[in-house]
């Protein structure tokens, strides 16, 4: 089977969730006896390819050139349909949401969808959400099947779009952080761990106020990993709630010093109102790291009885979910050994297989 991933999301991550998943996926299935997997990217920008042994179609961009990313798009939809044509392949699997198809009419179209946030909370693009919208709703009408990473998603997608549910799948991820020796703790003292960015609906706003209220910040910090620098209006909310600064530290660094704040960290908590799945939930579990975060969206469907959990609307909440995790050796225990069971129901490898049979299914060869 000829398989090809398309430009868009190598043309727009350097590292990036996303274009981890479809390098993990094209890594697995080179290796299958039958596939033929190619990656056509005229320019791309990603640095996860090259890491993992895979040779696109195209040409790396090492330079960063600011506002770049928008030429790039261009120049590789208009230069992907004749090489579509010149590597015909029997199925495209598009790894983002683009309005115009660069694929010949009779290659089959795998989408995945990641999450719903565009519909959930359209303030997010604020202004650019129209042009997101109409993006996906273009990928998905020419898609012959939807791969969703959770049935959470599948359920939100499914209540927006009208797409009959035959044409969907949900396969969940794998986690491929790297391991690490538990040495050292990355903190000055130890510490609770955020991970990811910082947007309205992540609800980092009610962590630093449960933060406060807990008083956990007299023996703890609260380290957050990744999503940029604080802002002004974050540093002043540290202050409002009366968080000596430094009790809050942004870190950012490669996948080994995320992988270290896992392993040291006293508990992971993530009060996100809506993810597509939570990755890190499991990123944590594989670094025995206990597991506090929202009971809405798909992480009960991700942690299952692996995690602590509390309602992001309430800061008492998150507080004392906190507190309870924290203060009770027996309970971080038990979610350790909870933890370690479920991150074995979820690998890449299962996750390619899974697709493969996506693949099959589409183009008849099932």
Known sequence: MRIAYDHQIFSLQRLGGISR???????????????????????????????????????????????????????????????????????????FYSRLRTSP??????????????????????????????????????????????????????????????KTSVIHLGVSLPCVAKEKRVGRSPYLLYVGARWSYKNFGRLLQAFAVSGLYRSH???????????????????????????????????????????????????????GFGLPLLE???????????????????AGEAAEYFDPACVESIASTMIKVVQSKAVRDLLVERGSRRITQFSWDNCAEETYSVYKKVTGQV
């Open 284 to 302: 944590a579990m594989q670094f025995r790291c206990p597991v506090v975060c929202s009971n809405t969206s798909s992480f009960p469907e991700i």
């Open 105 to 166: 009419r009779q290659t089959k179209i795998v989408l995945t969808v990641y999450d719903m946030v565009d519909e959930k909370y359209p303030e997010h693009h604020g202004s650019a959400y129209s042009g997101a919208r109409q993006a996906k709703r273009a990928a998905l009408s020419r898609a012959d099947h939807v791969i969703c990473i959770s049935e959470n998603t599948r359920r939100d997608l499914l209540e927006r779009y009208p797409i009959h549910s035959a």
């Open 21 to 95: 998943y479809f390098v993990e996926l094209a890594s697995r299935l080179s290796e299958f006896p039958r596939a033929q997997v190619r990656i056509i990217a005229p320019v791309f920008i990603n640095e996860l390819l090259s890491r993992r042994g895979l040779h696109p179609f195209g040409a790396f961009l090492r330079w960063r050139i600011p506002h770049a990313n928008r030429a790039i798009l261009w120049l590789n939809t208009a230069v992907s349909p004749p090489l579509m044509r010149v590597m015909p392949a029997d199925v495209v699997h598009e790894t």
């Open 221 to 275: 910090e609260l380290i957050c990993f990744g999503g940029g620098p604080f802002t002004r209006e974050e540093t002043e909310q540290i202050s409002r709630a009366g968080i000596p600064p430094e009790q809050v530290r942004f870190v950012a660094d490669d996948d080994v010093a995320l992988a270290q704040c896992y392993a040291c960290a006293d508990l992971l908590v993530y009060p996100s109102l809506y993810e």
